[in-house]
């Protein structure tokens, strides 16, 4: 069994541009075979995190260690011996193959003009065999698909052979399959290769099911880091979060979801003793009507969710609209802009949701992918 060691740690790490504190006071430390899920929200600091673990950033207070020894005290080279980063927005400048792609994370073990080697070629064939990509390696890269890219992105970070992996958002604009690969990679560097992996992920329930750990990050400060179990507490999420987080576990992980509460709130009512000159044009209508004896749906108005759905006969409209009624059954109304391929609309889910005074806006007639 190996022994599993700190590789890497931030200790009391604080970094600030301007009067900005982007980070503040962070410490946290990875170890070999371990697989460490960096979660939060937007701008609460986790590319930067990752940026300073690299050593492209240094701290403006605090230290980042490589093995015992600040980072300041070490040369670019021995770092990206030791450290690689896979950025989330990775751009490919020029045309190559994938090959040519991987061999690039040899550049730290060559001299200024030495050229790649027969064992540096072997090194990052294995590496693209390792990640799935092997199969790619005389063809374009920028031909490939954006999952397969991605495995290429980590590919080139494991020719540089470090001992940690730092990955930032590395499913982003991936479909479900390709997502799974990619983090099914990540866990056997980490648990078969013996790599220290970080990787900063929004989705909460997927990267659960792979890390070891979580560290939860918002405005700058760890909120919390441990198992996650422990860190998919759902009121520290709602803290953090600023919604209301389910969250629940069975034998493949957690799964999280997002109350709808969250968004929704329910607008009160004229009082029904109110004179009739006091109400609105609308509440007098519905007054009216109420004394005729006719039922009213009481009046509702959308608190921040918008449903865009793209149709094209997936059933996602019809899912679209059980949840509208969810909300609907509150006492609330949602709008949904339906995006339509033909030229005209014919749907029996709006005439269903007309029926109960369900708001269903179809946009673009003759709207097509191109236009």
Request: glycine fraction near 10%; charged fraction near 25%.
């Amino acid at each position: 069994m190996s022994t599993v060691e700190e590789v890497l740690c931030a200790v009391g790490v604080s970094y600030q541009v301007g009067e900005a504190t982007i980070l503040d006071d962070v410490s946290l430390s990875l170890r070999t075979g371990e697989l460490v899920g960096l979660i939060g929200p937007n701008g609460a600091g986790k590319t930067t995190l990752i940026r300073l673990l690299a050593g492209t950033l240094a701290p403006s207070r605090g230290s980042v260690c490589l093995d015992g020894r600040d980072l300041r005290g070490r040369d670019r080279r021995t770092a990206a011996r030791n450290i690689a980063s896979v950025a989330q927005r990775t751009e490919v400048g020029f045309d190559v193959t994938t090959l040519e792609y991987a061999l690039q994370g040899r550049h730290p073990h060559l001299g200024r003009f030495e050229l790649e080697g027969q064992r540096d070629l072997d090194i990052a064939e294995r590496a693209l065999s390792r990640t799935g990509t092997n199969a790619f390696a005389s063809r374009s890269l920028v031909a490939l698909s954006g999952g397969e890219q991605q495995r290429v992105f980590v590919a080139r970070g494991l020719t540089q052979e470090p001992r940690v992996l730092l990955v930032d958002e590395p499913t982003a604009n991936l479909d479900l399959a390709n997502q799974l690969r990619v983090m099914e990679v990540l866990r056997r560097l980490a648990s078969e290769r013996g790599l220290a992996v970080l990787l900063a992920l929004h989705d909460l329930g997927l990267v659960a099911r792979y890390a070891d750990r979580l560290v939860l990050l918002a405005n700058g400060r760890i909120v919390a880091q441990g198992e996650p179990s422990a860190v998919l507490d759902p009121a520290a999420l709602r803290a953090t979060f600023g919604v209301p987080i389910a969250v629940r576990w069975d034998a493949a992980g957690p799964s999280v979801t997002v109350g709808v509460d969250a968004v929704l709130s329910p607008i009160s009512e004229p009082t029904e003793d109110a004179p009739l000159e006091d109400l609105s044009e609308e509440g007098r209508a519905r007054k009216r009507a109420e004394q005729a004896g006719v039922r009213q749906h009481p009046e509702r108005r959308a608190q921040g969710l918008v449903i865009v759905n793209t149709g094209n006969g997936k059933g996602k409209t019809t899912a679209a609209l059980g949840l509208i009624l969810r909300a609907w059954g509150r006492d609330l109304k949602v709008v949904m802009f339906q995006f339509i391929k033909a030229a005209t609309a014919n749907w029996g889910e709006s005439r269903a949701a007309a029926r109960v005074g369900i708001e269903m806006v179809p946009l673009g007639a003759g709207f097509t992918w191109m236009s």
